[in-house]
């Protein structure tokens, strides 16, 4: 019988996070980056795959929590600087990439 230790799930145990750590202007400047078609909005599909880059795991659950907790006009995408700062600070508090 094999038994396995599971560490807790914590940014700093995610490959990849360490080296992109931002302060709030390059998190800023990295939610302008990820807009990939340019309409001023971020949506599910462009978080999730920002958060790939970095080299998170389970992409597809990190952008819908950060999406649901940060989307305050319900609108199904982060547009504006009161949604991206609400991105930032779950971002500090979950991913641990922000220095907010």
Request: aromatic share 8%; glycine share 6%; with cysteine.
């Amino acid at each position: 019988m094999v038994h396995y230790r599971v560490a807790p799930a914590t940014a700093s145990h995610q490959p990849g996070l360490d080296d992109h750590r931002m302060t709030p202007q390059k998190f800023r400047e990295w939610i302008k980056s990820i807009d990939q078609n340019g309409d001023g909005r971020i949506s599910w599909q462009e978080l999730r795959d920002a958060l790939r880059v970095l080299g998170m795991r389970c992409t597809r659950w990190k952008a819908w929590r950060a999406l649901v907790n940060a989307d305050l006009n319900h609108n199904n995408h982060i547009d504006g600087d009161l949604e991206v700062d609400e991105l930032m600070k779950y971002a500090a508090k979950r991913w641990g990439i922000t220095d907010a």
